[in-house]
């Protein structure tokens, strides 16, 4: 895939830069998994599995269109008791490329609105959203980028009682190296915020924040192929992996 990258920019660009953006009249398939554990005490333990399937369209070469549909489960162990949770959710999106990379940073915005989530604290239209900017300048042999996003939910109802649920905030920095055509190694330093969640007027859970480590490898298995895999370690006594794999036709 090309993000209209000059040949002179960089030799080769890194197949997480070239994914950033769906190829023009083309379609892409993606499908991921991802396993995150957190131990929050020596009888506290919480879990969260989950997947996606997404379709993605390159509109114009600067323009992609997009759908996935997404389902997780969770669970909090609290010493011989267990609690579980199921959700599903289907969004849909688009990502502009609203400046190529010349001499300054290329400059990428992503937008992302759900239209349905359904789950063990009910049925839910339109409930959040997602809009995220990623920036990359390439110094070869590496790319560096610097991707920040907002995450927002609206306010829901449990019964009688009104949830409003805290924004996340997220800055990541990361270094993207093409070891060749096929292989790309990448690293970055995630920074989060949550707000404070609450019920009614009462407070259901207290703003926090978190510093992750994430790496991971990107092969090109053929030509209309790419997976990737990466980890991650934060500074909430969490960690997790996922799995991702990208096909185009």
């Known amino acids: 895939m090309s993000l209209c990258l000059s040949p002179n920019v960089v030799a080769q660009s890194p197949i997480t830069i070239e994914q950033l953006l769906a190829k023009p009249s083309t379609w892409q398939i993606s499908t991921s998994l991802a396993y995150r554990a957190r131990s929050m005490s020596a009888v ?5 599995s989950g997947g996606s399937l997404g379709l993605r369209y390159g509109l114009t070469p600067r323009v992609e269109l997009n759908a996935r549909v997404q389902e997780w489960q969770s669970s909090l162990e609290l010493g011989a008791m267990e609690l579980r949770q199921h959700s599903r959710s289907f969004s849909v ?15 990428l915005i992503e937008a992302r609105g759900e239209l349905y989530r359904d789950g063990s604290d009910g049925r839910h239209s339109a409930p959040g959203g997602l809009l995220a900017l990623t920036s990359y300048k390439s110094i070869d042999p590496l790319v560096l980028s610097l991707a920040t996003a907002v995450t927002l939910q609206r306010d829901y109802r449990i019964g009688g009682a009104v949830v409003s649920p805290g924004v996340t905030w997220r800055i990541e920095p990361g270094v993207n190296f093409a070891v060749n055509s096929s292989v790309t190694l990448f690293g970055s330093v995630a920074l989060e915020r949550s707000n404070a969640s609450y019920v009614d007027d009462s407070l259901l859970a207290a703003s926090q924040e978190r510093i992750g480590l994430r790496g991971g490898i990107a092969l090109a298995l053929a030509q ?10 934060a500074s909430d006594r969490s960690g997790g992996m996922s799995l991702q794999w990208f096909y185009e036709f």
């Open 224 to 233: 209309q192929h790419s997976l990737f895999i990466s980890g991650d370690l």
């Open 93 to 107: 999106g688009g990502n502009w490329l609203v400046k190529p990379e010349s001499s300054l940073p290329a400059v």
């Open 44 to 48: 506290q333990q919480e879990r969260q």
